[in-house]
């Protein structure tokens, strides 16, 4: 059986905070509080290691504020993120 990724920043800051749902891509950093991932706090991002099979992305994320994070996600949570960043509107 394959393993999903666990949605969650594995390294730098934000680490072991949860991606919020797959509608919009966010890092939950507080009960109530998350953080969007978007054109506007993203400054870049890289895919570090990439395993289809088992859907399973790690990426690293540089954020405008000189913040960056390693985040290990499935593949439904890295296609809405990819997609937030296809038809980026600055």
Excluded: C, W
């Amino acid at each position: 059986m394959a393993t999903k990724g666990r949605n969650v920043v594995i390294d730098g800051d934000y680490m072991a905070m949860q991606l919020g749902n797959t509608l919009e891509p966010t890092i939950r950093i507080g009960i109530i509080k998350s953080l969007t991932l978007n054109s506007k706090t993203v400054e870049s991002y890289e895919i570090k290691d990439e395993q289809p099979m088992n859907d399973v992305y790690v990426v690293l994320i540089k954020f405008k504020d000189g913040k960056k994070s390693l985040i290990e996600m499935d593949g439904e949570h890295f296609m809405t993120f990819k997609r937030t960043f296809m038809y980026k509107i600055d």
